[in-house]
């Protein structure tokens, strides 16, 4: 009966606020004090209220308010009234519940709440993934994924468990390297699902970061080739995110497996002298590159990279502009055999950078190659350069290439490789 008694004045309380448009705004503001600060506290200011509202919060608050510009309402005051009224036994929290037809919960609240449904979750995965690898590293994933764009928990629990598959099923742990495209499609069955600037594309990446960073697999070199860190960290975990295309030409090397054999394609071209076109997945399964007398020959343009591939006892890579990944893979195998390198690239500003690019990131010994003043004038074109390009120039900071560069900005033409009669080494 009391039950009865209380739902009736409950529903009468609430038809009598709803049928008042002026307590909307303030019942609307105090919900807000409370899921902030978990309080009724503070004070509401209402302006320029039309009359028949003011005699609406005269009869409920007992006071006169006419002839005033503005009127607050404090929590303390709206509270005293309420007890005052003939719904004197139903509290704040209450009417606002009533009011607005749910739960009213403080922001604390809904923190703490989802802490705790975080870590059921996470107990959950730990339960599932129990004597697997993931036990050591689950915790260290939650910290990847948590935050604002996946602080949905059903979102945040599909990106946990993705996560942890992903982590289980990188390539590299059997030893192979997949396209990105291939490793999507067999893990989510869409090979689009990892593509860069999707949701789950994003995860990858910093699951791969993770698996770099844990077994120490960093690259410093991001500054000088920024896209190669990003390939790097995918490479290192066995995945390449670059199509087929990305490819170098190389003549004159032998290549050694992982298994510490020759590789026979390779071989073949070596002992026949004839130039071929490496794409990266090959280059992937070389543990050492082998060149005549350690040495290699890097150069900028295919023509002529195209004339050293007429001599023999010599092994030339050809970059053909800005380096791709499989160019660098390849230098990271020659600084690994101490092999020394020569480089030899264009006389206009984006080819002296490259230049300087090159000797960065090569770990090893590396040598510019006719790239003083003396070969630029004899390879001087008629091609003017902006001032726009020259002003790049002044990047450069090797001592070696800051002649060339001077005469570069005094000529203002760009010189290049192809018009350049290449002395013997």
């Given at each position: ?102 739960k009213i919960r403080t922001r604390k609240d809904v923190r703490e709440e989802k802490e705790n449904t975080k870590r059921k979750i996470f107990q959950e995965a730990l339960n599932d993934y129990e004597e697997t690898e993931m036990e ?63 949701a789950d594309g994003d995860l990858l990446y910093k699951v791969v970061q993770y698996y770099a960073e844990k077994r120490g697999k960093l690259h410093p070199d991001q500054q000088i080739f920024p896209a190669f860190t990003r390939k ?194």
């Amino acid at each position: 009966m009391e039950e009865n008694l209380t739902g009736k004045m409950e529903a009468e309380c609430a038809a009598y606020f709803k049928q008042y448009a002026v307590f909307e705004k303030i019942l609307k503001g105090f919900k807000n004090k409370y899921i902030s600060f978990g309080k009724f506290a503070g004070t509401l200011k209402l302006k320029d209220i039309p009359v028949k509202d003011v005699e609406v919060l005269e009869g409920f608050f007992g006071q006169n308010f006419h002839g005033q510009k503005s009127i607050s309402i404090s929590a303390v005051k709206f509270e005293k009234a309420l007890n005052n009224s003939r719904f004197q036994g139903i509290d704040m929290l209450r009417l606002l519940e009533i009011y607005f037809g749910e739960k009213i919960r403080t922001r604390k609240d809904v923190r703490e709440e989802k802490e705790n449904t975080k870590r059921k979750i996470f107990q959950e995965a730990l339960n599932d993934y129990e004597e697997t690898e993931m036990e050591a590293v689950l915790e260290d994933l939650t910290q990847i994924i948590w935050g604002k764009r996946t602080s949905d928990l059903a979102e945040w629990k599909r990106q946990l468990y993705l996560a942890a598959d992903i982590y289980q099923a990188l390539p590299v742990k059997k030893g192979e390297y997949l396209y990105l495209a291939v490793f999507a499609a067999a893990l989510t069955g869409n090979p689009h699902a990892f593509d860069r600037g999707e949701a789950d594309g994003d995860l990858l990446y910093k699951v791969v970061q993770y698996y770099a960073e844990k077994r120490g697999k960093l690259h410093p070199d991001q500054q000088i080739f920024p896209a190669f860190t990003r390939k790097n960290y995918y490479l290192s975990a066995g995945i390449m995110v670059d199509d087929v295309s990305n490819s170098v030409m190389v003549y004159g090397i032998q290549a050694v497996l992982q298994n510490g054999k020759l590789h026979p394609g390779v071989q073949g071209f070596y002992e026949n002298r004839e130039m071929m076109q490496i794409p990266l997945s090959v280059i992937m399964q070389w543990k050492k590159v082998i060149c005549p007398g350690n040495v290699m020959y890097v150069v900028e343009n295919p023509s002529v990279f195209a004339m050293l591939c007429r001599q023999e006892d010599i092994a030339v890579m050809c970059v053909n502009g800005q380096p791709r990944m499989a160019a660098l893979k390849v230098l990271e195998l020659l600084a690994e055999s101490n092999a020394k390198v020569y480089y030899g690239g264009d006389f206009d500003p984006e080819g002296i950078l490259i230049a300087q690019k090159i000797a960065m990131f090569y770990k090893g010994e590396c040598e510019f190659w006719h790239m003083d003043p003396e070969d630029y004038m004899k390879c001087c074109s008629d091609t003017q350069i902006s001032g726009k390009r020259l002003k790049s120039l002044e990047k450069i900071t090797d001592h070696r290439l800051l002649p060339v560069a001077v005469c570069i900005r005094r000529e203002k033409r760009a010189g290049y490789q192809e018009r350049l009669l290449i002395a013997e080494r």
